[in-house]
Every structure is written in structure tokens, then in C-alpha cells.
């Protein structure tokens, strides 16, 4: 977004650093802004989602908030559909998931998954967020594209 001429430049290419080659939305969301950041990229037709977890991000017991498990898998439903998404504004309508274990501070959490549906307006996602191989979360969801007004 450009002060709210809603010109859409596609997720950024991160050049330098831990994420270069990797693709980012800063700046435009602002709540994943403060909660990320986190990026995404695919290699041979699979998008992977990842951010480095931060002591921002853990619990009262020092592990990962469910919360932000869950903002994380909202952002994978996104960065898996990339592709269905290009030039489409689109918003979640649901978002499931079930808890399967913790992260800590400093560890890559990581996502992958896949559109088992898309139709005209609806696509519908699921899929798994990791750490060091084990499985956190897991999550489905459904997209709607919206039409410009």
C-alpha cells in the first residue's frame, strides 16, 4: 500500500542478511510488523514460511505463545497461496489449528503446506508449522479474494 492509494507492489525480495533470498510484506501489515517479521520463499514448487523466534514471542513458561503460532499460520496461509494471489486483495475467513509442541527463544520456526482447493473466490489451505523438525502447530484455513470497490 502507498498512503492509502492501495497501489499492490507484490511481497519484497530481502537482498542482504540471515533472509536474503527470501520474501517479506513489510510494511504492509502493520500488525505483522510488530509481531514478525516473517518471510517466505519457494523452491520447486514448495513455499516454505520462516522467522526466528525472539523472547518477545514466548509465554508466561518461556515457550512460544499460541498466539503467535496462530498469527504465524495466518501469515503461511498467505505466502502458501502467493501464487493464487497476485494482483487479488484477499482476507481469512477461517483458521483452524491444533497445538503440537513448543519453540524457544532462537529457534527457525518454519512452515509448509498446500492449496487443496481453490476456487472461483475460496481457496482452502492447510498445512504444518516446525522447529528443528518437530511438528507445533498444525493449521487449515480458507481465503476469500475480495473485489476491488
Known amino acids: 500500500m502507498d498512503g492509502g492509494n492501495e497501489i499492490w507492489d507484490g ?12 520474501r517479506t510484506w513489510a510494511g504492509m501489515d502493520a500488525f505483522e510488523d510488530q ?12 513455499v516454505r514460511s520462516a522467522f526466528r523466534a525472539e523472547p518477545r514471542h514466548m509465554n508466561g513458561g518461556g515457550f512460544m505463545h ?3 503460532m496462530m498469527t504465524f499460520a495466518d501469515y503461511s496461509l498467505f505466502a502458501i497461496s502467493w501464487a493464487y494471489l497476485k494482483d487479488v486483495r484477499a482476507v481469512t475467513v477461517s483458521l483452524n489449528g491444533e ?20 476456487g472461483g473466490s475460496l481457496l482452502f489451505v492447510r498445512g504444518l508449522v516446525s522447529t528443528s523438525g518437530a511438528p507445533m502447530l498444525n493449521f487449515s484455513g480458507v481465503i476469500k479474494k475480495i473485489r476491488a470497490r
Do not use: I
Open 11 to 22: 511481497p519484497k525480495l530481502v537482498t542482504e542478511g540471515e533472509w536474503a533470498g527470501w
Open 35 to 46: 509481531t514478525g517479521p516473517f518471510y517466505f520463499k519457494e523452491e520447486n514448487g514448495v
Open 66 to 68: 499460541g498466539g503467535c
Open 99 to 118: 497445538f503440537l509442541g513448543p519453540a524457544k527463544a532462537g529457534d527457525l520456526v518454519e512452515s509448509t503446506g498446500e492449496v487443496t482447493k481453490a
